[in-house]
């Protein structure tokens, strides 16, 4: 899919809507009306912006993704790859960002259905990772993590933040957001060798 390039800021503050109605009402029962009622807009508009309902709602996950992976770049990135990865963690096991990840979770859903979705997801989790990878790489050259594999490592850690949302997105009782994060670290510090 490559995106049309219609509508300008105008059409940023829809991709907003889009979101925010993907948020509410799932991928699935996201349409063109929703979003023309929230947005203000006319559905002829959405669909001179952004062609099919599928394609407004994937340029809706990279936009918000892109604004997600701007927010993990810029935590810490000077600081020591050990530091920088905890802060990174912190970061994605934050509750309040859960909107974010409730839209993350629903592009994966629609992804188990869809080839063309999935290889959208597989690029999106690519993106995800850089900062975690950024930080994973740097540690292993100056020799602060030891680690055989750093694709590994980060598919690791990512994949701990990823599935660690997924109980707090549901509002799971049981789920101890303190906790898992002091055990997330203590796991990623003996798997990475820090002391």
């Known amino acids: 899919m490559s995106p049309r390039r219609a509508g300008g800021d105008k059409r940023a503050e829809v991709l907003n809507h889009v979101v925010e109605v ?34 407004m709602l994937v340029e809706a996950l990279h936009f918000s993704c892109a604004r997600e992976v701007e927010r993990l ?3 810490e990135p000077d600081a020591p790859p050990w530091e920088r990865l905890v802060a990174l963690v912190e970061h994605s096991l934050d509750p309040r960002d859960e909107g974010f990840w409730r839209v993350l979770h629903e592009f994966w859903y629609a992804s188990m259905h869809d080839e063309e979705l999935r290889a959208h997801s ?14 994973i790489t740097r540690g292993a050259e100056t020799g602060d993590f030891k680690i055989g594999d750093v ?3 980060v598919t690791l850690v990512v994949g701990i933040t990823d599935g660690l949302m997924l109980p707090q997105v549901l509002k799971h009782k049981y789920y ?11 796991v990623l510090a003996k798997a990475l060798g820090v002391r």
């Not at 009402?25 to 349409?31: A, E, F, L, S, V």
């Not at 101890?176 to 203590?186: A, E, F, I, P, S």
């Open 176 to 186: 101890d957001v303190d906790g898992l994060r002091k055990l997330t670290l203590d």
């Open 122 to 135: 597989e690029k999106l989790q690519r993106d995800w990772s850089r900062p975690f990878a950024d930080a």
């Open 22 to 55: 993907l948020t509410e009402r799932g991928y699935d029962r996201t349409r063109f009306t929703d979003v023309a009622k929230v947005a203000g807009v006319a559905v002829s508009t959405l669909q001179f912006y952004f062609g099919s309902r599928d394609d």
């Open 73 to 75: 770049a810029a935590i």
């Open 151 to 153: 694709g590994n490592m």
